[in-house]
């Protein structure tokens, strides 16, 4: 039997850029010939894709064995069945949100394996909008199969008498050992850009619009300047998306513009753009853009730490709970709605000390429980500059896992471990509404058994 992590992993397996990157490795190895060894109805596993997904499971630390190579295989299975059995109950991915999360994951690539575009292609020995196109299928399968399981898991809850019964049943020995868990909180308080800062970088892209309409080439000025990653590999080009698929502002000058104009600088979250037009087809639009950032000023930094300076204040004389300032005041939309609080992939406000980021690590080694930092500088992973204050709540020792400490954990133990037996139970009767072959090379996994 997998562990719960193991299981988890082997049903996330359609995850595309973590295997694609093992992909990449495979394909600097010795040539394997590549063969279909799945299908199921209109769609196939070829032996290579099942390598990929196999050798970046082994690179996430996990023992080689072939009862793992046949658990991945058998997800991959599954994951085409979703997608077909997702195609005959008319499920719709729209095609923006297609081509946005293929942006995502062609820049999460590009960054996770550290190699040019240029280096890129010559791993894959294909272009760069070969390898895009390759993964946009893969992208539409993976979401298409992600809704499909929403859709059998989505009325499945837990009740507390379940969570007891799942916790009872694992043998005393086998109960998980946990290290020491800490809650932690944070408020985080973003550097306001001034007026001059933001006129600078207007100025600049306004000095590249006057470059593009003088004729220099849009392509090549995104590639110098942009800070847009995907710049460097797309020109800037966002390719065609839907309504919906890109924030307000940057949609809302996409539906002004007619085909081939070019924008003036305008904002959005992400910082100032110019945009070109490129095409409109109904409620899609191509469209390329040139992104820059205003950086805040040291006086702009400065002006937020002394908003947090007294946020603090009023929280220590108890004027107002910490949980009540973060909703408030906290520019940090990941942990505003939860009071502050950094939570596990569960959802859970304890947190294992070895999974937290190393800057919280160090900051709460030198405090005491319930005392909040003074106002500390921070950045983003965006890049936007300002400062946080943070709260040590609680820390929990090193223990074996209970129902008191660990609540959180076992209730999400417990409904994966339902939602999985759904799936299982929905995979034997779907199999029989599609048509499943399996190369005899692998009859050992016992997949349709």
Request: charged content about 30%.
């Given at each position: 039997?997998?562990?719960?992590?193991?299981?988890?992993y082997l049903r996330s397996i359609s995850a595309v850029a973590g295997w694609l990157l093992a992909a990449a490795a495979l394909a600097q190895q010795p040539i394997m010939v590549?063969?279909?060894?799945?299908?199921?109805?209109?769609?196939?596993?070829?032996?290579?894709?099942?390598?990929?997904?196999?050798?970046?499971?082994?690179v996430q630390g996990n023992s080689p064995s072939e009862e793992a190579r046949c658990e991945i295989f058998n997800s991959l299975i599954m994951n085409k069945l979703m997608v077909?059995?997702?195609?005959?109950?008319?499920?719709?991915?729209?095609?923006?949100?297609?081509?946005?999360?293929?942006?995502?994951?062609?820049?999460?690539?590009?960054?996770?394996?550290?190699?040019?575009?240029?280096?890129?292609?010559?791993?894959?020995?294909?272009?760069?909008e070969d390898i895009k196109l390759e993964l946009r299928d893969q992208v539409r399968e993976q979401l298409l199969g992600r809704e499909m399981q929403s859709t059998i898991t989505?009325?499945?809850?837990?009740?507390?008498?379940?969570?007891?019964?799942?916790?009872?049943?694992?043998?005393?020995?086998?109960?998980?050992?946990?290290?020491?868990?800490?809650?932690?909180?944070?408020?985080?308080?973003?550097?306001?850009?001034?007026?001059?800062?933001?006129?600078?970088?207007?100025?600049?892209?306004?000095?590249?619009?006057?470059?593009?309409?003088?004729?220099?080439?849009?392509?090549?000025?995104?590639?110098?300047?942009?800070?847009?990653?995907?710049?460097?590999?797309?020109?800037?080009?966002?390719?065609?998306?839907?309504?919906?698929?890109?924030?307000?502002?940057?949609?809302?000058?996409?539906?002004?513009?007619?085909?081939?104009?070019?924008?003036?600088?305008?904002?959005?979250?992400?910082?100032?753009?110019?945009?070109?037009?490129?095409?409109?087809?109904?409620?899609?639009?191509?469209?390329?853009?040139?992104?820059?950032?205003?950086?805040?000023?040291?006086?702009?930094?400065?002006?937020?730490?002394?908003?947090?300076?007294?946020?603090?204040?009023?929280?220590?004389?108890?004027?107002?709970?910490?949980?009540?300032?973060?909703?408030?005041?906290?520019?940090?939309?990941?942990?505003?709605?939860?009071?502050?609080?950094?939570?596990?992939?569960?959802?859970?406000?304890?947190?294992?000390?070895?999974?937290?980021?190393?800057?919280?690590?160090?900051?709460?080694?030198?405090?005491?429980?319930?005392?909040?930092?003074?106002?500390?500088?921070?950045?983003?992973?965006?890049?936007?500059?300002?400062?946080?204050?943070?709260?040590?709540?609680?820390?929990?020792?090193?223990?074996?896992?209970?129902?008191?400490?660990?609540?959180?954990?076992?209730?999400?133990?417990?409904?994966?471990?339902?939602?999985?037996?759904?799936?299982?139970?929905?995979?034997?009767?779907?199999?029989?509404?599609?048509?499943?072959?399996?190369?005899?090379?692998?009859?050992?996994?016992?997949?349709?058994?």
């Amino acid at each position: 039997m997998k562990t719960g992590n193991d299981k988890n992993y082997l049903r996330s397996i359609s995850a595309v850029a973590g295997w694609l990157l093992a992909a990449a490795a495979l394909a600097q190895q010795p040539i394997m010939v590549d063969k279909i060894i799945a299908k199921v109805d209109n769609y196939i596993v070829l032996k290579s894709e099942l390598e990929g997904a196999y050798q970046n499971y082994i690179v996430q630390g996990n023992s080689p064995s072939e009862e793992a190579r046949c658990e991945i295989f058998n997800s991959l299975i599954m994951n085409k069945l979703m997608v077909a059995k997702a195609e005959i109950d008319s499920i719709v991915i729209a095609d923006g949100q297609v081509d946005a999360n293929t942006e995502q994951r062609m820049n999460m690539i590009l960054q996770q394996s550290g190699n040019s575009p240029e280096q890129l292609q010559k791993i894959y020995g294909k272009s760069l909008e070969d390898i895009k196109l390759e993964l946009r299928d893969q992208v539409r399968e993976q979401l298409l199969g992600r809704e499909m399981q929403s859709t059998i898991t989505k009325d499945i809850t837990i009740t507390p008498a379940e969570v007891r019964k799942f916790f009872n049943k694992i043998p005393p020995d086998s109960l998980p050992y946990y290290n020491s868990d800490v809650e932690i909180a944070q408020i985080v308080r973003l550097a306001q850009v001034s007026d001059v800062q933001k006129e600078a970088v207007k100025n600049t892209l306004n000095e590249y619009r006057r470059r593009i309409l003088d004729g220099e080439n849009f392509n090549d000025l995104a590639r110098q300047y942009s800070e847009d990653p995907s710049a460097q590999y797309n020109g800037g080009e966002m390719g065609y998306v839907g309504r919906g698929a890109m924030v307000p502002q940057y949609e809302g000058m996409a539906f002004k513009l007619k085909k081939g104009e070019l924008s003036v600088p305008f904002e959005s979250p992400f910082g100032f753009h110019i945009m070109q037009l490129l095409d409109r087809r109904g409620n899609e639009y191509a469209s390329r853009h040139i992104l820059l950032s205003a950086s805040p000023s040291t006086e702009d930094v400065q002006r937020a730490q002394r908003f947090l300076d007294s946020l603090r204040t009023q929280i220590v004389t108890d004027s107002m709970k910490f949980e009540q300032a973060a909703k408030e005041f906290s520019d940090d939309e990941g942990t505003k709605g939860r009071g502050g609080y950094f939570t596990d992939a569960d959802g859970g406000t304890k947190i294992s000390l070895k999974d937290i980021d190393p800057v919280i690590y160090f900051t709460i080694d030198t405090m005491k429980v319930g005392q909040i930092t003074k106002p500390i500088p921070y950045r983003t992973d965006t890049g936007k500059e300002g400062a946080r204050i943070l709260y040590f709540k609680n820390k929990i020792s090193p223990h074996q896992a209970n129902l008191r400490d660990d609540w959180h954990r076992m209730q999400a133990a417990a409904l994966g471990e339902k939602r999985d037996k759904a799936i299982d139970k929905w995979f034997v009767k779907a199999r029989h509404d599609v048509f499943i072959d399996i190369d005899p090379e692998y009859k050992g996994c016992k997949i349709l058994e």
